[in-house]
């Protein structure tokens, strides 16, 4: 089980009342670079930070403690369950980048907003990989399943969002105009070896040839 991994490396600003148990330092920021995430089943996900100017390691960040840049408008801020649709899925998670589409400019459907534009950087992606835990989680379930595609947003916070609540605009694939997806949610188990007619078991050749199960 994997509860924590580390992410890219990235530079970014921290709200300082996060620091204060948001009890003061509104309004004031702290350099500082992300170090990992970490994941909870039922809770948002959580960030350490390296802050450089302290030489100290702080951790259980919400996603709503960074921005991006500093000369944000606080009206356009949005709160937590806005940039991160989601609570976590499982406490196994991987963090990996879909190569085709980093850096790529996205726009996210936003909650009782509409779009608002960003930029890909990774992806969060949860599982049960522990056979021997009861699996007590949605991760594996085809329609609960969603990944968290990290970003940054125009409005200087980051985001975490599902597949479904994105648009991508690869260059050199994308045309001007797109259609409206009206696609279902994937709700199938797919599997390769449930046809009980045919058997493999009964030949150890290289070259084995498929057998039809006897009655």
Not at 41 to 55: I, T
Not at 161 to 177: A, G, I, V
Not at 186 to 205: H, I, M, P
């Amino acid at each position: 089980m994997q509860f924590v991994a580390n992410i890219p490396y990235i530079k970014c600003y921290l709200k300082k009342e996060y620091l204060y148990d948001l009890e003061k330092g509104h309004g004031e920021f702290e350099e500082c670079v992300l170090l990992s995430v970490k994941s909870m089943q039922g809770r948002a996900l959580m960030f350490e930070a390296y802050l450089p100017q302290y030489g100290a390691c702080y951790d259980k960040f919400p996603l709503s403690a960074f921005v991006w840049k500093k000369d944000i408008k606080e009206e356009e801020q949005l709160p937590l369950n806005v940039i991160e649709l989601w609570e976590e899925f499982s406490y196994d998670i991987q963090v990996w980048t879909k190569r085709l589409l980093k850096n790529c400019d996205v726009d996210i459907v936003i909650k009782g907003k509409g779009k608002m534009s960003g930029e890909y950087l990774f992806t969060i992606d949860s599982c049960h990989s522990d056979p021997n835990m009861i699996n007590i989680g949605p991760s594996e379930v085809p329609a609960e399943h969603k990944q968290f595609n990290f970003g940054k947003l125009n409005n200087g916070q980051f985001f975490a969002q599902p597949n479904n609540r994105m648009l991508w605009y690869e260059q050199s694939l994308t045309p001007s105009e797109l259609k409206r997806p009206d696609f279902k949610v994937s709700t199938k188990y797919f599997f390769c070896e449930q046809d009980s007619k045919w058997v493999f078991g009964d030949s150890d050749d290289y070259f084995y040839e498929e057998v039809e199960r006897k009655e």
